[in-house]
């Protein structure tokens, strides 16, 4: 079992940025991916951006590409995600996530079996 918490959420204007955590605790041993989803009001949860514990190799959804970046610190079991340029299209809440499978390293959150409690960020225009 692993328990996730994120921290970091909050309001910002357009343009502006934060710096989300993640924090892993439990049978940590077990972690080999992490992703950050999010999810915006009336809308599906969707793939932000992942990345492999063992070789910090990581992926981001289109929309985020070149403003987000993912990031981690193995020996604290902590994963980070620096949002810069922020839209109004960013706003929704933010989870941290591992997969049920130590070999997935997709972004199907159906796929995913531990999550945080997730945390807000709202971007205003």
């Known amino acids: 079992q692993v328990r996730l918490v994120e921290s970091g959420g909050g309001w910002v204007q357009t343009g502006g940025s934060l710096r989300l955590s993640c924090a892993a605790s439990?049978?940590?041993?077990?972690?080999?991916?992490m992703a950050w989803f999010r999810q915006a009001p009336g809308k599906d949860r969707e793939f932000v951006a992942g990345?492999?514990?063992?070789?910090?190799?990581?992926q981001y959804a289109d929309s985020v590409l070149d403003r987000f970046t993912i990031s981690s610190d193995k020996t604290k079991n902590l994963m980070f995600l620096r949002m810069d340029h922020l839209k109004p299209e960013d706003t929704a809440v933010y989870f941290c996530?591992?997969?049920?499978?130590?070999?997935?390293?997709?972004?199907?959150?159906?796929?995913?079996?531990?999550w945080g409690q997730g945390t807000q960020v709202t971007v205003s225009s």
């Open positions: 996530a591992q997969p049920s499978s130590s070999f997935y390293n997709g972004r199907d959150p159906n796929e995913y079996q531990f």
């Open positions: 990345i492999r514990w063992d070789s910090g190799d990581t």
């Open positions: 439990g049978r940590t041993s077990s972690v080999a991916t």
